[in-house]
């Protein structure tokens, strides 16, 4: 698979021989990788296989965690945890605007809200959300200090399967209209090849597999073409015939 | 499908049940049922009527337990004579600032103490070493530091007040969720929003606790101060009227003290409520 983006367009992020280690044990073992800026990309491992380690050190959040290399990213970061990590004692909007500043914040802050569908649900507290609007909520957070680079944890790891559906879409529809570089760590191979354009597995510490998915959106779960895709991701995370 | 085959005898005819179910009944309700309004009060009110039918009966002895008309009687008596008022007032100026101070006090401490690691090695050990001794036990040395008047009582009641305050407010501030740090830290706010943001609105449940505990110690530490060396106040009035066996007076002073305890703690709750409506969306 060429990177076939990279003479387009100057890369959003760069790694370069970047270790992480905890302990002693390494988790990342020099990982030289650039993504390209505006591209989706989903990152698949094992748990355990140091993909949420990885994204936080693209975030700037592994305080004093051992390691080397080079690493630069863009300036405008956010992201979003698997836990939508509202504060619960500020209404949903401000939620939405923490951090945000500037005298349109607010504005931006509600045109947001809009976006994920949460209009009308401004003054809501978050204990009234549901799981699913909550996660809406915090992707809208994410929005508003318009990001260059978007990483999201296991965002939908916690959410049930419908609601996860309806919400690859609005992920989808969202990076569309705002074109962010997306790194999304997920441990859902259906996930990785309905949303992303490339598909990292994270294997002992490296990059074990590159996958460019040359498929038009929007994809359908039952597309059969997908399947060998699946296939091969399912190999290079080690889920022989035998193991289903 | 077992092959046990329930036969409910209730089962009406137009839907027989298939082999192998049976009807579903409701099953017995084990939580108590629904909770009536001002039900609370049923308990007071029934020991209210006890004690004035026993009273009305001649059963109890008058010396002993004056009949409720007459603490009424002796109640609004002291009060038209203008020495109730007075020794209410007194008592409640010593409250008030001795429970202000300890505010203050305990909510300085605990902010010092949880948002920077020199604060809390200077301060928490030293409060838990001030915990530690029953604040009740200092008195003999504060009368010999700060006389018999005013100043030592109010001491005395700062210090009962802030101990609970700074204790909970501390393990508030430093117990924040480590997911909102990091939240915090990915949103770019600077450490004055981060402690205004979201450390202190995240601190004030616990803030709350204390400050409950910090009423009360209030009113505790002056009923004992007042009992034991005062000249005014309402804990002086029952003194005196002990040794003239006065106890109708004495239990307009029960009556008084309760009164205050009941209405600040509701105050507190009052304020809590409004402060923390987030909380009642978590608990619904």
Redesign the interface.
Known sequence: MAPHTEQLTRPAVRLRGLTRSFEGRTVLDGIDLDLPAGQLTALLGHSGSGKSTLLRAI???DHGVAGSGQLTAPER???V?Q?S?L????RVLDNVL??AEGKDAGRKGREALEEVGLKGRERA????LSGGEAQRAALA?SLV?EPELLLADEPFGALDALTRIRMHGLLRELWERHRPSVLLVTHDVDEAIVLADRVLVLEKGRIGLDLTIDRAHPRSYRDPLLGEYRERLLAALGVTEDHR | MTTTTHTTATAPAALAPVEGTHQVRRRRRLAPGKRLPATRLVGPAVVLALWSVASAAGLLDAGAIPAPWTVLETGSRLWSAGTLPNDILTSLQRAATGFSIGLTVGILLALASGLTRTGEALIDGTVNLNRAIPTLGLIPLFILWLGIGETFKIAIIAIVVYIPIYLNTHAALSGIDS??V????????SKL?FIR??VI??A?PGFFVGLRLGVTGSWLGLVVLEQINATSGLGYMMFQAQNYGQTDVILVGLVVYGVFGLISDSAVRIVERRV?S??R??SS
């Not at chain 1, 504060?87 to 500020?90: E, G, I, V, Y």
């Not at chain 1, 507290?125 to 009234?128: I, V």
């Not at chain 2, 990091?182 to 706010?189: C, D, F, N, S, T």
């Open positions: 975030a700037g959040l970061v956010s992201v945890f836990d990590r504060l619960p004692w500020r923490l951090g507290w978050p204990g009234q957070r200090t | 997911r909102f990091e939240l915090a830290e990915v949103q770019g706010l929003q943001q979201v609105p995240g004030l923390l987030w909380r969306t978590l």
